[in-house]
């Protein structure tokens, strides 16, 4: 007899597929804002943490007014702290920045290399072996990624010389979000997903509105109504929602399988930037994109 999915299962691999391809909705928003309007990086981030941040904290009185609440220790305040502004603070400040120069679908293939970074920082802090296979998968995803990005250096070196630079941006993001996942992954086990999920991300709109405050001269007041609905959207769809749906995924069907669901996020951001910011996708791009999740999946199973 084949082995059925249970209910709770099933409804779990939905919830981390629909977290999935919400957070890859981030990029294109980010791109419609700049083809759209003036915004500028600084301005956009600030704006879809503002939006953001009421949700957070409404989330994290709740997760501590609960009768199980463990009260986290001034270490686990600080590192919190830490890890939120580098995880959600510092990679999106990178991100924003890196989206100006280069496209989504880019983007989101740089970005995916993370777990890679992950393999290899755990190995260089923790002492974690890395077996030959693993080593095989880092060799595929980062063959696919130079196929990808020479197809479209390609295409962004007659009309865009600051590629590399927004490529570079990009791939810093990735390994300061490497380091954040790292971190999160020593936190979560002490103080729960989705208390840490809500003041992390409490801690980094914070870091992201002082960033702004003290290094713009823009006013957040003066955009047009486009500037807003693409923030809101950013807060709601790829920011809020998502970081919930990952956590209650993960809670479900564990970090492995909600792993190989996440690895919709390159394919979605690619087809959504097709149909909504008219990107080409090349052959090339097409076998790279095959090439990292093929590494990346592997480096998970192996990982588990």
């Not at 409490?202 to 823009?218: E, K, N, P, Q, R």
């Amino acid at each position: 007899m084949t082995k059925q999915l249970q209910p709770g299962f099933a409804g779990g691999v939905l919830i981390a597929l629909l977290g999935a391809i919400c957070f890859s909705t981030k990029a294109v928003f980010v791109k419609l804002a700049y083809r759209d309007t003036a915004v500028d990086a600084i301005s956009l981030l600030a704006l879809r943490m503002i939006f953001s941040l009421p949700f957070f904290i409404v989330s994290a009185a709740f997760s501590s007014s609960r009768q199980n609440n463990v009260r986290f220790t001034g270490k686990q305040w600080l590192a919190v702290a830490a890890i939120g502004c580098l995880g959600y603070y510092v990679s999106s400040l990178l991100d924003f920045l890196g989206l100006q120069y280069v496209s989504a679908g880019i983007e989101r293939l740089i970005l995916f290399v993370y777990p890679t970074l992950v393999l290899l920082m755990s190995a260089i802090i923790f002492k974690v072996k890395i077996k030959p296979i693993q080593w095989l998968a880092l060799l595929i995803t980062y063959a696919g990624l130079f196929a990808a990005f020479i197809s479209e250096a390609d295409i962004q070196s007659v009309h865009n010389k600051s590629f590399l630079l927004g490529s570079l941006l990009i791939f810093i993001c990735a390994f300061t979000y490497a380091a954040y996942i790292v971190g999160s992954g020593r936190l979560i086990p002490m103080v729960g997903a989705a208390k840490f999920n809500s003041y992390a991300m409490s801690f980094a709109s914070i870091g992201v509105l002082l960033h702004f405050f003290i290094t713009s001269d823009v006013s957040l007041f003066h955009f047009s109504a486009q500037v807003y609905v693409y923030g809101l959207l950013m807060a709601v769809l790829s920011t809020v929602i998502p970081s919930y749906l990952v956590v209650e995924g993960i809670k479900r069907i564990g970090s492995d399988n909600a792993a190989i669901v996440g690895s919709i996020g390159p394919v979605s951001t690619i087809l959504m930037a097709y149909f909504f910011l008219q990107e080409t996708v090349s052959w090339l791009q097409i076998i790279g994109t095959v090439l990292i999740l093929a590494g990346v999946l592997l480096v998970g199973k192996q990982r588990n």
